[in-house]
């Protein structure tokens, strides 16, 4: 077939347009082929930086110590002015409270304004000078009596309270606490006035309860808070001590008000906010009102093991707590505290109906079981009611330490053939006491040094005179009551002995702090029974005792090298 000819002229206007086409193709390709451009970085925001903390002012410090010099030469310049007969009583007792009621003045104006600190240091001079006047005209001048002057120091610490709730001053709270506080010792007279104490301070401490709700603030008031609760205790026992039997029931009745209000400052109820350390504050309240009310119980000449039956109530108490204060805090912070006051409780209600010699093992249970509150606490992440919780088993640890170290003692020198081993209070302090050093020395620093020398001594002289005490009463005859035997002294060392090579071959495993503290005791273990062995015992041993000796310190040593070899070579090499 004939191919038909071709067009060689194409229309002008159809190239033109076909070109523009694939350029416009190959500019696509080729942008679609480049890399994209990196996204424009985000514009840094701004963030506000933290305002910084303040420093104290040392205008505040100045002020301060101003404030204290200033009533001290007030106080001398008085003498000095009355010994040269150029002030009257009249007119000394106006300056007087012209004086302080202008700085008191002055300092309610700097709390109410931008100087709150220098207003509370001069809050202080203001409120000594006007207490210092009042007891001036009270006790020198006798122009009223002193309850009267009592009453004028009460109405002045009234108004630094509504002072403090106005500027929502914690530190002007304080300042009005110790005046109110100090007040009844300033006007005191002698005579028995317990349950009129009770009731001022209950007064005092209810209308200072106010101001952190006035001002709505107070959960981070802790000077103010401890302030309220360890001044009030302190005054409230030698009126426990002292109480006439005919005031002894309606003090009582004081006590268990008192004890409410400081559950009142520890716990803030009512209040969004949450207090801080509110535990500690009640752990201490509660301790103290369980020491006063066996002080008050003892004043009503009633049965000491009757005395249970409000310790139990206190435990009941404690749990009962339980579930409402952790809808306060919103959490479990208050749990382990709480259940170591009932457990403590608990224990106390048992020798109390008893028999007081149980009073150890007793203090020993609490240790215990504020030790592992406090571990259970710090895992919890509770760390702040953790180290309160950890400091109150301390302190409760060395109690029972020291009782144990008289107890014990005398058990075992004087009494030592006449206790069953194991089943007396002197083994059970020393067990409980050492169980709660352990719990404490787990934590490290500078209380778990402290709780680690304290449990090589408690668990290594406990369980050494123990074995002596097993193999005295084993002894047939019985030996002389007093001191233990040549048995039993052996008995010691070897313990010793066995304990130091225990700790040293354990120790070789360990690292860093752990290593050097079980090696040093092992060494001193060792080194304290191959001393008590060559400078004691072999004086008073006879020869198969003396064989008994060697052998045994020998072979503990020697069995211990060779097991600290075989499990680790590598640190002995």
Same mark, same amino acid.
């Given at each position: 077939?004939?191919?038909?000819?071709?067009?060689?002229?194409?229309?002008?206007?159809?190239? @033109?347009?076909?070109? !523009?086409?694939?350029?416009?193709?190959?500019?696509?390709?080729? !942008?679609?082929?480049?890399?994209?451009?990196?996204?424009?970085?985000?514009?840094?925001?701004?963030?506000?930086?933290?305002?910084?903390?303040?420093?104290?002012?040392?205008?505040?410090?100045?002020?301060?110590?101003?404030?204290?010099?200033?009533?001290?030469?007030?106080? =001398?310049?008085?003498?000095?002015?009355?010994?040269?007969?150029?002030?009257?009583? @009249?007119?000394?007792?106006?300056?007087?409270?012209? %004086?302080?009621?202008?700085?008191?003045?002055?300092?309610?104006?700097?709390?109410?304004?931008?100087?709150?600190?220098?207003?509370?240091?001069?809050?202080?001079?203001?409120?000594?000078?006007?207490?210092?006047?009042?007891?001036?005209?009270?006790?020198?001048?006798?122009?009223?009596?002193?309850?009267?002057?009592?009453?004028?120091?009460?109405?002045?610490?009234?108004?630094?309270?509504?002072?403090?709730?106005?500027?929502?001053?914690?530190?002007?709270?304080?300042?009005?606490?110790?005046?109110?506080?100090?007040?009844?010792?300033? =006007?005191?007279?002698?005579?028995?006035?317990?349950? *009129?104490?009770? %009731?001022?301070?209950?007064?005092?401490?209810?209308?200072?309860?106010?101001?952190?709700?006035?001002?709505?603030?107070?959960?981070?008031?802790?000077?103010?808070?401890?302030?309220?609760?360890?001044?009030?205790?302190?005054?409230?026992?030698?009126?426990?001590?002292?109480?006439?039997?005919?005031?002894?029931?309606?003090?009582?009745?004081?006590?268990?008000?008192?004890?409410?209000?400081?559950?009142?400052?520890?716990?803030?109820?009512?209040?969004?906010?949450?207090?801080?350390?509110?535990?500690?504050?009640?752990?201490?309240?509660?301790?103290?009102?369980?020491?006063?009310?066996?002080?008050?119980?003892?004043?009503?000449?009633?049965?000491?093991?009757?005395? *249970?039956?409000? %310790?139990?109530?206190?435990?009941?108490?404690?749990?009962?707590?339980?579930?409402?204060?952790?809808?306060?805090?919103?959490?479990?912070?208050?749990?382990?505290?709480?259940?170591?006051?009932?457990?403590?409780?608990?224990?106390?209600?048992?020798?109390?109906?008893?028999?007081?010699?149980?009073?150890?093992?007793?203090?020993?249970? =609490?240790?215990?079981?504020?030790?592992?509150?406090?571990?259970?606490?710090?895992?919890?992440?509770?760390?702040?009611?953790?180290?309160?919780?950890?400091?109150?088993?301390?302190?409760?640890?060395?109690?029972?330490?020291?009782?144990?170290?008289?107890?014990?003692?005398?058990?075992?020198?004087?009494?030592?053939?006449?206790?069953?081993?194991?089943?007396?209070?002197?083994?059970?302090?020393?067990?409980?006491?050492?169980?709660?050093?352990?719990?404490?020395?787990?934590?490290?620093?500078?209380?778990?040094?402290?709780?680690?020398?304290?449990? @090589? %001594?408690?668990?290594?002289?406990?369980?050494? =005179?123990?074995?002596?005490?097993?193999?005295?009463?084993?002894?047939?005859?019985?030996?002389?009551?007093?001191?233990?035997?040549?048995?039993?002294?052996?008995?010691?060392?070897?313990?010793?002995?066995?304990?130091?090579?225990?700790?040293?071959?354990?120790?070789?495993?360990?690292?860093?702090?752990?290593?050097?503290?079980?090696?040093?005791?092992?060494?001193?273990?060792?080194?304290?029974?191959?001393?008590?062995?060559?400078?004691?015992?072999?004086?008073?041993?006879?020869?198969?005792?003396?064989?008994?000796?060697?052998?045994?310190?020998?072979?503990?040593?020697?069995?211990?090298?060779?097991?600290?070899?075989?499990?680790?070579? @590598?640190?002995? *090499?």
């Amino acid at each position: 077939m004939a191919e038909l000819p071709q067009d060689q002229s194409a229309s002008p206007d159809l190239t @033109e347009r076909v070109a !523009r086409l694939e350029a416009q193709v190959a500019w696509l390709l080729q !942008r679609q082929q480049a890399p994209a451009p990196p996204p424009a970085a985000p514009r840094p925001r701004k963030v506000p930086a933290a305002a910084p903390r303040k420093p104290i002012s040392p205008v505040v410090w100045i002020a301060g110590a101003a404030a204290s010099l200033f009533l001290v030469g007030a106080t =001398f310049f008085f003498h000095w002015a009355i010994q040269q007969g150029w002030l009257g009583a @009249e007119l000394r007792f106006a300056l007087g409270l012209l %004086v302080g009621a202008a700085i008191a003045g002055t300092a309610g104006r700097l709390i109410l304004g931008e100087g709150r600190r220098l207003g509370v240091a001069l809050l202080l001079a203001g409120l000594g000078t006007l207490q210092f006047t009042f007891r001036a005209g009270a006790m020198a001048y006798h122009f009223y009596p002193a309850t009267l002057g009592l009453v004028a120091a009460a109405l002045v610490t009234l108004v630094a309270g509504g002072l403090a709730a106005r500027g929502r001053s914690g530190g002007a709270l304080t300042v009005a606490l110790v005046s109110g506080l100090a007040a009844p010792l300033v =006007f005191s007279q002698g005579g028995h006035h317990e349950v *009129a104490l009770a %009731v001022y301070l209950a007064v005092l401490m209810a209308a200072a309860l106010a101001v952190p709700y006035l001002a709505k603030a107070g959960e981070a008031w802790h000077g103010a808070r401890w302030t309220a609760l360890i001044g009030t205790w302190l005054l409230l026992l030698p009126a426990c001590t002292e109480v006439l039997k005919a005031d002894a029931p309606a003090l009582a009745g004081l006590l268990a008000l008192h004890l409410a209000l400081a559950g009142g400052w520890a716990w803030l109820p009512g209040r969004e906010e949450k207090p801080g350390t509110p535990t500690v504050l009640w752990l201490v309240a509660s301790i103290l009102a369980t020491t006063y009310g066996g002080l008050v119980w003892k004043r009503l000449d009633l049965a000491p093991e009757a005395f *249970a039956a409000p %310790v139990l109530i206190l435990a009941a108490l404690n749990l009962a707590l339980v579930k409402p204060l952790r809808r306060r805090l919103g959490g479990r912070q208050a749990d382990w505290g709480l259940l170591a006051l009932a457990a403590g409780h608990l224990a106390l209600a048992v020798p109390v109906a008893l028999a007081w010699r149980w009073v150890g093992p007793l203090w020993g249970v =609490f240790a215990l079981g504020l030790a592992w509150a406090s571990r259970k606490a710090e895992e919890g992440e509770f760390a702040q009611e953790a180290t309160a919780l950890r400091w109150l088993a301390a302190g409760m640890a060395l109690l029972t330490t020291f009782r144990w170290a008289f107890h014990g003692l005398d058990s075992l020198f004087f009494h030592g053939s006449g206790s069953v081993p194991f089943l007396h209070a002197a083994f059970v302090e020393g067990a409980l006491a050492s169980a709660a050093w352990f719990l404490l020395t787990r934590r490290g620093g500078p209380l778990g040094l402290v709780s680690f020398l304290a449990l @090589e %001594v408690t668990a290594n002289v406990t369980l050494a =005179f123990e074995a002596a005490r097993l193999v005295q009463w084993l002894q047939t005859p019985a030996p002389a009551a007093w001191g233990p035997s040549r048995a039993a002294s052996i008995a010691m060392t070897l313990v010793w002995a066995l304990s130091g090579a225990w700790q040293w071959m354990r120790g070789l495993g360990q690292r860093d702090t752990a290593r050097r503290a079980l090696l040093a005791a092992g060494y001193a273990w060792m080194g304290i029974a191959s001393f008590k062995l060559i400078v004691s015992d072999l004086d008073r041993a006879d020869t198969p005792l003396r064989a008994l000796a060697f052998l045994g310190v020998g072979a503990i040593g020697m069995a211990a090298a060779i097991l600290a070899h075989r499990h680790h070579p @590598e640190g002995n *090499a």
